[in-house]
């Protein structure tokens, strides 16, 4: 019993910026690494950011310099700060929770829903 919950998503003109946040929720014993990834029509997903429970994080090349990952511990919950959007940028975002469920086990993938975010030229 986990569950992903994402906000945030929606339409902006390029240049703009955009929060989305994703908050994780259930059965958690811990959780690792928290990211985000996107899929546009056509393409595969790929990942735009991850960020390790101690705070280390990576960007995929296209976003460096202009998103930001972060994540509140506490909350167990992970934003992305997207500025200078792109037409580019437009895609289906998704949030992932590499996390344990019990210290017996190790750690699986979760996903949220998704979230839409369209950049108008």
């Known amino acids: 019993q986990v569950q992903l919950v994402e906000s945030g998503g929606g339409l902006v003109q390029a240049g703009g910026s955009l929060r989305l946040s994703c908050a994780a929720s259930g059965s958690i014993f811990s959780i690792n690494a928290m990211g985000w990834y996107r899929q546009a029509p056509g393409k595969q997903r790929e990942l735009v950011a991850d960020i390790t429970r101690g705070g280390s994080t990576n960007y995929a090349d296209s976003v460096k310099g202009r998103f930001t990952i972060s994540r509140d511990n506490a909350k167990n919950t992970v934003y992305l700060q997207m500025n200078s959007l792109k037409p580019e940028d437009t895609a289906v975002y998704y949030c992932?929770?590499?996390?344990?469920?019990?210290?017996?086990?190790?750690?699986?993938?979760?996903w949220g829903q998704g979230t839409q975010v369209t950049v108008s030229s």
């Open positions: 992932n929770a590499e996390l344990r469920q019990s210290p017996f086990r190790g750690p699986s993938d979760y």
